[in-house]
């Protein structure tokens, strides 16, 4: 059984940075690649960052390049994303995702695995 969990959104002002973590249960072959999602009200869930299980193939929203950087433990099964130079327009629930194909897409079937999602709120 796969369970993600994902910590350290919260409130931030506009210009501000926040980083949030993922950590997964379950053997690593089941998570091979990760990703984050994120779902703002009244908008669809959109791709923001994924990296393959070597993290050498990483993919990034055109929203989220230069600002946004994710990255990954093996060790730990764990997943990060920096965010910095936050705006208004990054304010969503932000979700981890992972699945067992070891291909970087943005598209949210390709991952079999979710987490229940942490709010980032960016105050201007």
């Known amino acids: 059984q796969v369970q993600l969990v994902e910590s350290g959104g919260g409130l931030v002002q506009s210009g501000g940075s926040l980083r949030l973590s993922c950590a997964a249960s379950g053997p690593l072959f089941s998570t091979t690649t990760k990703a984050w999602f994120r779902q703002a009200p009244g908008k669809e869930r959109e791709f923001v960052a994924g990296i393959n299980l070597r993290g050498d193939v990483i993919l990034y929203a055109d929203s989220v390049k230069g600002r946004f950087t994710i990255s990954r433990d093996n060790a730990k099964n764990t997943v990060s994303l920096q965010l910095n130079s936050l705006n208004s327009d990054d304010t969503a629930v932000y979700y981890c995702?992972?699945?067992?194909?070891?291909?970087?897409?943005?598209?949210?079937?390709?991952?079999?695995?979710w987490g229940q999602g942490t709010q980032v709120t960016v105050s201007s």
């Open positions: 995702a992972a699945g067992p194909l070891n291909i970087v897409t943005m598209t949210a079937k390709t991952y079999l695995y």
